[in-house]
T-cell receptor, first 114, second 111 residues
Framework: NAGVTQTPKFRILKIGQSMTLQCTQD?????MYWYRQDPGMGLKLIYY???????DKGEVPNGYNVSRSTTEDFPLRLELAAPSQTSVYFC?????????????FGAGSRLTVL | GENVEQHPSTLSVQEGDSAVIKCTYS??????FPWYKQELGKRPQLIID?????GEKKDQRIAVTLNKTAKHFSLHITETQPEDSAVYFC??????????FGTGTRLQVFP
């Protein structure tokens, strides 16, 4: 049981390049999330999904796209990378139960845009 | 949308002392309030959560209190130990779907 797996762990992009951060979970969780964590700052919600085929915007969705074609996978696409997207990206999943939602986070993907 | 403010941003305490971290939220409909701990270089992990129908919850040295009227909730750590040193995040959500996090508090516990 690997939990939440993110790839790549590290990536350097040039301004204007595009890339996809991969996230997969093997816990059959219905909810999945993408957060970004800037240095010394909190976690900002980019996008989330409550199930396959359903996605919704979070606090900072501009410059990103997501898809959820399967329960297991929730990739995050960066189009036209900008220095402001330099951050650590965390994917998380959860099986929401009445009154609680415990997120299991991946190890994070550190992205630098130069 | 929901906005969560967290204070202080850094907190230093002597081992054995208590630590208190406070959060305020903006959406009065929010009804679920978890706390996550992130050790250096690690991923965040849930340490305790509380629902809006409960005023206080304890788990060993950790407790969380909620004041719905004032829209704020707090994390209390008693008898702090060096291994409590980490960044702590509060969060709030309505019906638990979309968790909005605070900006984090870096707690340092000195021996």
């Amino acid at each position: 049981n690997a939990g939440v797996t993110q790839t790549p762990k590290f990536r350097i992009l040039k301004i204007g390049q595009s890339m996809t951060l991969q996230c997969t979970q093997d816990m059959n969780h219905n909810y999945m999330y993408w957060y970004r964590q800037d240095p010394g700052m909190g976690l900002k919600l980019i996008y989330y999904s409550v199930g396959a085929g359903i996605t919704d915007k979070g606090e900072v969705p501009n410059g990103y796209n997501v898809s959820r074609s399967t329960t297991e996978d929730f990739p995050l696409r960066l189009e036209l990378a900008a220095p402001s997207q330099t951050s650590v990206y965390f994917c998380a999943s959860s099986r929401r139960v009445p009154g609680a939602n415990v997120l299991t986070f991946g190890a994070g993907s550190r992205l630098t845009v130069l | 949308g929901e906005n969560v403010e967290q204070h202080p941003s850094t907190l230093s305490v002597q081992e054995g002392d208590s630590a208190v971290i406070k959060c305020t939220y903006s959406d009065s409909a929010s009804n679920y309030f978890p706390w996550y701990k992130q050790e250096l270089g690690k991923r965040p992990q849930l340490i305790i959560d509380i629902r809006s129908n409960v005023g206080e919850k304890k788990d060993q040295r950790i407790a969380v209190t909620l004041n719905k009227t004032a829209k704020h909730f707090s994390l209390h750590i008693t008898e702090t130990q060096p291994e409590d040193s980490a960044v702590y995040f509060c969060a709030a959500s309505y019906n638990t779907d979309k968790l909005i996090f605070g900006t984090g508090t870096r707690l340092q516990v000195f021996p």
